[in-house]
């Protein structure tokens, strides 16, 4: 069975500070892929990043960094110079990659982690 | 074009009561799910669709029914509501891996928030 943990419940950061947020998986599969998902106090879901399990190539936007780490299992998310808009409910997920390398829409979400940038 | 549109926003029911939630997406996305959000939890898989007609079982499916007679709507009824179904709903979809962008990301709709009393 896959697993994916946010081991950090809550991060309270100031602005401008960088935070890192962890995220940790277990899957048995030899193909699968990574996400980020963003959820603000408005409570939609917002796309971040997706990684599949063959690059391992870190990956660099703006401000937003992510750290993929097949020796750990790990698919770290940094924030550099946070700002207030940041705040907001930050979701690691992880899915097989089936026949042919699609997903289906399956998804294993981890529990989030609450991220809040004081001002 | 709209995405994902989920109704109603937001719901009361009392235990034993039945009702549907809605779900309909203008994308041509092959796949559509649904999911339920509790605190400390994540979000967890009710049901999903691989395509009109077919449908299955996600992680915690139990209480709930779907179908999908086209490929734009992927309702999820309730059967008989109760308190622990008190929670936030999402309906999302994502495009078959042959699309050439997007496949497997999920676009998720704006969520719909239930309360079992």
């Known amino acids: 069975a896959q697993k994916v943990t946010q081991a950090q419940t809550e991060i309270s950061v100031v602005e401008k500070e960088d935070v890192t947020l962890d995220c940790v998986y277990e899957?048995?599969?030899?193909?699968?892929?990574l996400f980020w998902y963003k959820q603000p106090p408005s409570g939609e879901l917002v796309f971040l990043i997706r990684?599949?399990?063959?690059?391992?190539q870190n990956e660099i936007s703006g401000r937003y960094s992510w750290n993929f780490q097949k020796s750990t299992s790990s698919f770290n998310f940094t924030i550099t110079a946070s700002q207030v808009v940041d705040s907001a409910v930050y979701f690691c997920?992880?899915?097989?990659?089936?026949?042919?390398?699609?997903?289906?829409?399956?998804?294993?979400f981890g529990q989030g982690t609450i991220l809040t940038v004081h001002p | 074009n709209a995405g994902v549109t989920q109704t109603p926003k937001f719901q009361v029911l009392k235990t034993g009561q039945s009702m549907t939630l809605q779900c309909a997406q203008d994308?041509?996305?092959?796949?559509m799910s649904w999911y339920r959000q509790d605190p400390g939890m994540g979000l967890r898989l009710i049901h999903y669709?691989?395509?009109?007609?077919?449908?299955d079982q996600g992680e915690v499916p139990n209480g709930y029914n779907v179908s999908r007679s086209t490929t734009e709507d992927f309702p999820l009824r309730l059967l008989s509501a109760a308190p622990s179904q008190t929670s936030v709903y999402f309906c999302?979809?994502?495009?078959?891996?042959?699309?050439?962008?997007?496949?497997?990301?999920?676009?998720f709709g704006a969520g719909s928030r239930l309360t079992v009393l």
């Open positions: 997920a992880l899915s097989e990659a089936y026949a042919g390398g699609t997903s289906y829409g399956k998804l294993t």
């Open positions: 994308m041509n996305h092959e796949y």
């Open positions: 899957t048995r599969d030899t193909t699968y892929y």
């Open positions: 999302a979809s994502s495009p078959a891996l042959y699309h050439n962008s997007g496949a497997n990301v999920l676009t």
């Open positions: 990684r599949n399990s063959f690059d391992e």
């Open positions: 669709s691989v395509g009109a007609g077919i449908t």
